[in-house]
């Protein structure tokens, strides 16, 4: 089975690594990868770009595309999350003539921080395990999607130009 599936695996990788579908992939790749689900998307970029050279840019800026779309996605949800609880807890404060509140003083200082940085804090949404929910928590805080996109898409670019470069440097 292994001899069968090698020389389609090949196939499928070459067919990836040509221009005109590297991009999509990169770009697909990379909006996932910004969504809350784990997959990293640098592995692809760099080997569009070490298999295609003169697509240098052109890679860096598609994948901060599609990660910045990933980020604002990860926004909407956040915010969507919030509106969807503050519908449930008015409900429920109705229902029971009590209101909830959040009592983790840990969770406080950090949601403390994100509103005192403000959209700012998107710079930092590069960061592996913690840049793909700052992007949910700052939907969530429901600060502004427009600067929000703006440092998550600097913060990104940054990444990938440093990321890929040390890594075409390295191998």
């Not at 579908?21 to 998307?41: E, N, R, Y």
């Not at 994948?63 to 980020?71: D, E, P, Y």
């Not at 590069?126 to 700052?138: E, F, H, Q």
Request: aromatic letters at 12%; charged letters at 10%.
């Amino acid at each position: 089975m292994e001899n069968w599936l090698t020389p389609h695996i090949t196939q499928l990788l070459a067919w990836l690594a040509f221009p005109e579908h590297g991009l999509s992939t990169v770009f697909i790749i990379s909006f996932i990868s910004a969504t809350l689900l784990p997959l990293g998307s640098e592995p692809a970029v760099f080997g569009l770009i070490k298999l295609n050279p003169d697509l240098f840019w052109a890679a860096i800026l598609v994948a901060t595309t599609g990660n910045t779309l990933g980020g604002m996605v990860s926004w909407w949800m956040g915010y969507g999350t919030h509106q969807a609880l503050d519908l449930v807890r008015k409900r429920q404060a109705a229902a029971s003539g009590a209101s909830s509140t959040l009592s983790d003083a840990l969770h406080i200082r950090a949601i403390q921080w994100l509103e005192k940085l403000g959209p700012k804090a998107c710079l930092l949404s590069w960061l592996p395990g913690v840049g793909d929910p700052l992007c949910a928590v700052a939907g969530w805080l429901k600060m502004p999607l427009g600067p929000c996109a703006i440092y998550m898409a600097i913060g990104k670019f940054l990444r990938y130009v440093v990321m890929t470069s040390l890594l075409l440097w390295v191998f």
